[in-house]
Structures are given as structure tokens and as C-alpha cells.
């Protein structure tokens, strides 16, 4: 069973950053693709980013593209999203979530989640 637990999320105004977090424990963490999943009001969760489980490789949802991007830290069993040119529609709870093997963008492929963080960003 793999815990996972995001940090970071607040209040920014447009064009602002923020660095989320997401740290795990009770799994081989690079055993795991890793993938950030976000959910504004309403009942899709929206893919965001995905990366592979030695960090080689990374995907984007076309909304974030060239603002927002996921790393990972395999020592530290952690996984990052750095947000930069924050918008308002980037408002929303973001969770991270972790897949056995291969990436993918499917939230439902996902095995498991943390409790979600959220980000505001006012106009």
C-alpha cells in the first residue's frame, strides 16, 4: 500500500508560481510512474502530468504545456510540479497519484491517491 501526501498548494494572483509536493512512503517509489491529476469543481478530474519511473521521460496535458513541469527526486520519494504563469483556470484541488509500471494519462489506470491540495489563483 502507497501513501501519498501533497504540500504546497495556496493562494497566488496571475502570472504567479507555485511548487507543489508529493511525498510517499510505503511502496519502492521507483517502481511507480507518477502522475499529477487536478479537479475543479465538477465531476472530471483533468490530467495534468505524467512522469516515467526513472524520470526519464515527461507528459503534458496542452493546457500546462510550457508552464508547469513534474520531476521526481527517487531518493527522496518524492515528486514535484512546479507551476510558473499561473492563470485563474489553473484554480483547483491537485492530486498526485501513483501507477504500477508504465505512464499513462487515464485517471482511472491510476492505483493510488493522495487527499489533494488546493490552488487558487486570483485575477
Known amino acids: 500500500q502507497v501513501q501519498l501526501v501533497e504540500s504546497g498548494g495556496g493562494l497566488v494572483q496571475a502570472g504567479g508560481s507555485l511548487r507543489l509536493s508529493c511525498a510517499a512512503s510505503?511502496?519502492?517509489?521507483?517502481?511507480?510512474?507518477m502522475g499529477w491529476f487536478r479537479q475543479a469543481p465538477g465531476p472530471e478530474r483533468e490530467f495534468v502530468a505524467v512522469?516515467?519511473?526513472?524520470?526519464?521521460?515527461?507528459y503534458y496535458a496542452d493546457s500546462v504545456k510550457g508552464r508547469f513541469t513534474i520531476s521526481r527526486d527517487n531518493a527522496k520519494n518524492t515528486v514535484y510540479l512546479q507551476m510558473n504563469s499561473l492563470k485563474p483556470e489553473d484554480t483547483a484541488i491537485y492530486y498526485c497519484?501513483?501507477?504500477?509500471?508504465?505512464?499513462?494519462?487515464?485517471?482511472?489506470?491510476?492505483?493510488?491517491w493522495g487527499q489533494g491540495t488546493q490552488v487558487t489563483v486570483s485575477s
Open positions: 497519484a501513483a501507477k504500477w509500471g508504465s505512464t499513462s494519462s487515464a485517471h482511472h489506470e491510476f492505483d493510488y
Open positions: 512522469i516515467r519511473r526513472n524520470g526519464g521521460s515527461t
Open positions: 510505503g511502496g519502492t517509489f521507483s517502481n511507480y510512474a
